[in-house]
C-alpha cells in the first residue's frame, strides 16, 4: 500500500502538474513549491543589501560631513588672528582713534564689564589729551600656552616721547581671542580711579627789537574791564551800560556770566581796553584820545559790579607807525591747530597773523613746557609718564631804526604813501612804511565788529601795505635809462640831442601822441636831461636803445624777478605782456611811464648801484652786529657807467635847476631824482591823478650816517608833484642827520 501511495503523489504530479522553471523535484514546505520560497529570499536579501547599503551611504556622507565642519572648524580657528597679531591690530587703531574697533577686540565681561561708551571716553580723553601724534608698537614674546603678549610701545606726545614696556592677557573664545583689557593697557601703573593729567607751561613770546635794542613788539600793561557778578545790584542797567561803553552786546556780556566757572565772587573779563595812568595822563594833557578814554574808565568803574584790573598783553609800542611791518598777533582758532599740528600749539597760544610776527613766527613762539602724569583719586601724583621744558622765544633783532620808521610815518601819516629807507652801502633796511595805517594793538584788545568794518570800507585802505606794490615810477626811472643807454652804448653823454620845445613826437606815424615835458633849456646832453628831468630826451634815448635791448637789461637787473629780501614784494615790471609792443610804449617807459611798475625797494636796490661801483646791493632785515654786504646782482652797471649817473643825480640835488634842489643841504652831500608819474586811463583823460616820488641818497661811503631812502605818495596833482614829496621827506633827513 504504500509504495502505492507513493506512486499515486508522483504520479498526481504527473504530466499535468506544475513544471515551471526552477522548480527540480525537491521537497517543499506549507503547501508552497520550493522555487517560490527561494525568490522571496532572494528578494528580502536585496532589500536587506540596499537598506545596509542606504544607511552605510547615509552614514559615510554623515561622517565626510561631520569631517568637513571638524576641518572648516579647525580651518577656521587657524584664521583667527593670534593674540600678538591682533594686539597690533588694537594698537594700529590708536591714532586713528577707532575706539570703536578696539571695544569690538576686547572681552567686555572680562574687563571689569566696561560699556563701549566708558571705553571710548577713557582711551580718548588720555590719548587725545596727551596730543598723541604718531605711536609705533613692537612685540617682544608671546606665550602660547598663557596667552600673553609682553610689548613696547613708543609714541609721541606733547610732553615728548614716550616708550613703555608692558603685557597684555588674551582669553580663547570660540572665532577669536579676545584682549583682556585694563587701565594699565594705557600706562604702566595706571588704574580706573587714577587720572592721567597734562599739565602746560606756556612759552613766553619773544620780542622783536629794532636796530638800538627798542622793543617793537613785546610785553605791556592794558585794563581788563570786567564784573563781579556778586556785587552787581542791576544786571539789565549794567549790561546796558557796559555794551555801550564797550561796543559789547549785553548777549555777549550775559554768556560769559554764565560760564561754569563763574561764581558770586569771580572776576570775569568783559573786555581789553588800553591802560590810562595818572602819569601818561600829565604827559598827555592835550591829547583828546588820552582824555578820552580816561574819562570812559571813569564811567566805566561807576557801574555797581564792574571792576578793572591791569593784565599783561602784547604791545606794539610805534603802534600805526609800523603796524604794517610789525603785524599783531592773534589766538590761535580750530584751523590753526590743524594747519600746524605737531608744532606744539595748544588752544590758549597766540600766533602771528602779519608782518614780522609772523614772518619770525618759529623763533618768537618759542616751545611749551608739558608734564603728563597719573594722579590717584586723592590728588597726589603717582608718577611722571614725560616732560619737556619750556623753551621761551627768541628775541628777533631787526635792522630797522624806530626813529627813521616814526620820522617818515609822522611825515607821511596823513597820505596815500610808501617809504623804503636803507643803508646803500650794507644793505640794511632801515624802515618800511604805509600809509595811511592802523594801530595793531587795536587787534590785541580786540577790535569791534564796527572798527572791523570800518577798516574794511575805507577808501584810504589802511590795511593796504603800499611798500609791497608796484607802482609807476615816473621821472626816478630816468636814471635807470641813463645807465641802460650807457652801458649799451645808445647814449653818448655828450651828445646834444636837440631842443623840441614842451612837445614832441618821432613822426607822423604817432599821430596825436606827443611826449611832453615841463621844462625849458640849452643843452640836452645827459646830465641837464637829468637836472631837468626831460621826459623828450629820455624819450629819444630808449628809442635808441631798442625794445629788445631796453628789456633784456630790465631782466638782468631784477625785473620779473623776486627780490631776494625776508618780506616778499611784488615783482617789477616794464610791459603788461612778454615785450615792449610799440614805439610809443618804448618811448613812454624811458621817462618811467607806459606800462612801468616798479616796487620801491627794487628801485633802491638800483640806486644802490650808483653808491657800489655798479653792483646791486641785497636788502636784509634781520640785523648783525658785523654787516656785511652782499650784492644781489653783481656789475649790474659799470663802474664807469655808475659813476657818470651818480654825477647827474649829485646835480639833481644840488644845482639850483635840479627839481630836487629842494632837499639840498650844506652839511651834507646828497643826490637823488624826483619823479612824478601821470596816472591816466588815457591821454586825454584829465580827471587822471599823479604819484610823486622821491629817491635821495648820501653818494659819499664816508658819510657819518649813511642812507637811502625813496618815497611814492599818491595823489600828488595840484599840490606841488613830486615837489610835495620832497619836501616832506626833508625833515627826515633833518632828524637823520641830527643824529636823532
Not at 404 to 421: E, F, G, H, N, P
Request: net charge negative.
Amino acid at each position: 500500500m504504500g509504495s502505492s501511495r507513493r506512486r499515486r503523489r508522483k504520479s498526481g504530479y504527473g504530466s499535468g502538474g506544475y513544471s515551471g522553471s526552477g522548480y527540480s523535484g525537491g521537497p517543499y514546505r506549507s503547501g508552497y513549491p520550493t522555487g517560490g520560497y527561494r525568490d522571496r529570499r532572494r528578494r528580502r536579501a536585496r532589500r536587506k543589501r540596499a537598506v545596509l547599503i542606504a544607511v552605510m551611504i547615509l552614514f559615510a556622507a554623515a561622517l565626510v560631513a561631520g569631517i568637513t565642519l571638524l576641518v572648516m572648524h579647525l580651518l577656521k580657528k587657524d584664521e583667527r588672528q593670534k593674540p600678538d597679531e591682533a594686539l597690533l591690530t588694537y594698537f594700529n587703531h590708536i591714532p586713528k582713534q577707532e575706539y570703536g574697533q578696539m571695544y569690538a577686540m576686547i572681552s567686555p565681561e572680562n574687563s571689569g564689564e566696561i560699556t563701549e561708551e566708558d571705553f571710548t571716553a577713557r582711551n580718548s580723553a588720555i590719548y587725545d589729551g596727551i596730543g598723541l601724534s604718531s605711536l609705533a608698537a613692537e612685540i617682544l614674546s608671546y606665550d602660547e600656552e598663557a596667552l600673553t603678549v609682553t610689548y613696547r610701545l613708543t609714541y609721541e606726545t606733547a610732553a615728548g616721547e614716550v616708550s613703555v614696556e608692558n603685557e597684555a592677557q588674551f582669553l580663547e573664545e570660540e572665532e577669536r581671542f579676545a584682549l583682556v583689557w585694563r587701565d594699565d593697557l594705557i600706562f604702566p601703573g595706571l588704574y580706573g580711579s587714577d587720572r592721567v593729567r597734562v599739565s602746560t607751561t606756556q612759552a613766553k613770546r619773544g620780542q622783536i627789537l629794532d636796530r638800538n635794542g627798542r622793543m617793537l613788539a613785546g610785553p605791556g600793561t592794558a585794563s581788563s574791564v570786567g564784573i563781579v557778578p556778586g556785587k552787581l545790584t542791576d544786571r539789565e542797567s549794567a549790561f546796558a551800560q557796559l555794551s555801550e561803553l564797550l561796543g559789547v552786546t549785553p548777549e555777549t556780556i550775559e554768556k560769559q556770566l554764565s560760564a561754569s566757572w563763574v561764581k558770586d565772587d569771580s572776576f570775569v573779563p568783559v573786555k581789553t581796553i588800553p591802560k590810562v595812568d595818572e602819569l601818561a595822563l600829565q604827559a598827555a594833557e592835550q591829547d583828546p584820545d588820552v582824555l578820552a578814554e580816561y574819562e570812559r574808565q571813569q564811567q566805566l568803574l561807576a557801574i555797581p559790579g564792574v571792576m578793572i584790573t591791569d593784565t599783561t598783553v602784547r604791545s606794539y609800542p610805534l603802534g600805526e607807525a609800523a603796524a604794517h611791518l610789525i603785524g599783531y598777533v592773534q589766538n590761535v582758532t580750530a584751523e590753526d591747530l590743524e594747519e600746524h599740528a605737531g608744532e606744539g600749539y595748544t588752544a590758549n597760544s597766540v600766533i602771528g597773523r602779519t608782518g614780522a610776527e609772523s614772518l619770525f613766527e618759529t623763533e618768537l613762539k618759542g616751545q611749551n613746557g608739558c608734564r603728563i602724569y597719573i594722579m590717584d583719586e586723592s590728588g597726589q601724583e603717582k608718577r611722571e609718564i614725560a616732560s619737556v621744558p619750556v623753551i621761551n622765544g627768541q628775541d628777533v633783532r631787526l635792522t630797522i631804526d624806530s626813529e627813521l620808521q616814526k620820522s617818515l610815518y609822522d611825515q607821511m601819516k596823513a597820505d596815500k604813501s610808501c617809504s623804503v629807507a636803507m643803508n646803500p652801502y650794507t644793505g640794511e633796511v632801515l624802515a618800511l612804511v604805509s600809509t595811511p595805517s592802523y594801530d595793531d594793538n587795536d587787534f590785541i584788545l580786540g577790535l569791534s565788529n564796527a572798527q572791523w568794518t570800518a577798516l574794511n570800507e575805507d577808501e584810504n585802505q589802511p590795511m593796504y601795505n603800499r611798500y609791497r606794490q608796484t607802482w609807476c615810477p615816473g621821472s626816478t626811472f630816468k636814471s635807470v635809462t641813463a645807465a641802460i643807454g650807457l652801458e649799451s652804448g645808445a647814449i653818448n653823454p655828450d651828445e646834444d640831442y636837440g631842443m623840441e620845445g614842451l612837445s614832441w613826437q618821432k613822426d607822423a606815424s604817432w599821430g596825436s601822441y606827443y611826449v611832453t615835458t615841463l621844462h625849458a633849456y640849452d643843452t640836452a646832453v645827459l646830465k641837464n636831461a637829468l637836472i631837468y628831468s626831460d621826459n623828450i630826451y629820455f624819450a629819444k634815448a630808449a628809442l635808441r636803445i631798442g625794445a629788445d635791448e631796453l628789456a633784456s637789461s630790465l631782466n638782468r637787473i631784477g625785473f620779473g624777478q623776486e627780490i631776494p629780501f625776508e618780506v616778499r614784494m611784488t615783482s617789477s615790471q616794464y610791459s603788461n605782456a612778454e615785450t615792449i609792443d610799440s614805439e610809443i610804449q618804448l618811448a613812454d617807459s624811458g621817462y618811467g611811464q607806459g606800462q612801468m611798475l616798479v616796487n620801491p625797494l627794487h628801485m633802491a636796490c638800483i640806486y644802490s648801484a650808483f653808491c657800489n661801483e655798479g653792483n646791486m646791493i641785497r636788502p636784509y632785515l634781520t640785523y648783525t652786529d658785523q654787516p656785511s654786504p652782499e650784492y644781489w646782482i653783481s656789475g649790474a652797471f659799470s663802474a664807469e657807467t655808475a659813476a657818470q649817473v651818480a654825477d647827474g643825480l649829485r646835480l639833481v640835488v644840488n644845482d639850483p635847476n635840479g627839481t630836487g634842489y629842494g632837499a639840498h643841504r650844506e652839511d651834507v652831500l646828497l643826490a637823488g631824482k624826483t619823479g612824478t608819474a601821470e596816472i591816466k586811463t588815457s591821454k586825454d583823460d584829465e580827471t587822471g591823478t599823479e604819484q610823486g616820488w622821491f629817491a635821495v641818497f648820501t653818494p659819499e661811503r664816508d658819510t657819518a650816517r649813511p642812507v637811502l631812502i625813496v618815497t611814492m605818495v599818491e595823489d600828488v596833482k595840484d599840490r606841488g608833484g613830486s615837489g610835495y614829496v620832497v619836501g616832506k621827506e626833508n625833515p627826515v633827513l633833518d632828524a637823520w642827520f641830527a643824529g636823532e
